[in-house]
């Protein structure tokens, strides 16, 4: 199966400003991506989901964009908080069967 | 409600004993996964349980790696001659299934397997 890709493995962003977090798919026909946060020790925890036939959609003070042109998937975080570190997968469900395919991750650190 | 829940929530054995990590779904969901995870690494598919159907086996590693599901909720997964390269994070998931609003997976805690 196609891969789903990050374009940076870390990132440290100050406590309170915006961050973004990219990731890279390859796979045409995914149809649906989720944005995933896993803490330390911890399970990855849903954060935010998206169709294909969209290019934004909003949550709490996260945004996910995507760019079906150039096959790409960002997560805006607004307003950094110290709880916000954590590593962050992105997923793809590209073959219509239920399985994702995650992303190697981004860990981000917010810096206090 | 409960969310996923896995047990143990870590096993450590020796090399050539066999382990069986257990998952309970969330009530209702008729999806269920394991995925591995490695130290820093992402998550790597294992197997894949939707209703009554075959499960997908295809990412399981080897033929020491199975699963189970028994009356479509709890699932076990069975590492039999356990090998060093086997330590990881195993992770459990459950979704609604059935179509693309409900791929939404919930995850359990994990299970963090030591083979010395």
Redesign the interface.
Known sequence: GESVGLHLPTLSVQEGDNSIINCAYSNSAS??F?W?KQES??????II?I?SNMDKRQGQRVTVLLNKTVKHLSLQIAATQPGDSAVY?C?E?GFG?????????TRLTIIP | GAG?SQTPSNKVTEKGKDVELRCDPISGHT?L?W?RQSLG???E?LI?F?GNSAP?KSGLPSDRFSAERTGGSVSTLTIQRTQQEDSAVY?C?S?L?GG?GR????????TQLSVL
């Open positions: 149809d649906y989720i995933y020790g911890k399970g990855p925890q849903f989901d169709r997968f997923a469900d069967n239920e399985k994702l395919t995650f992303g190697t991750g | 996923v999806a996964y995925y690494q992402g998550l598919f894949y939707q997908d992770l998931a979704s299934g693309t791929r939404k997976l919930f995850f359990g805690s994990g």
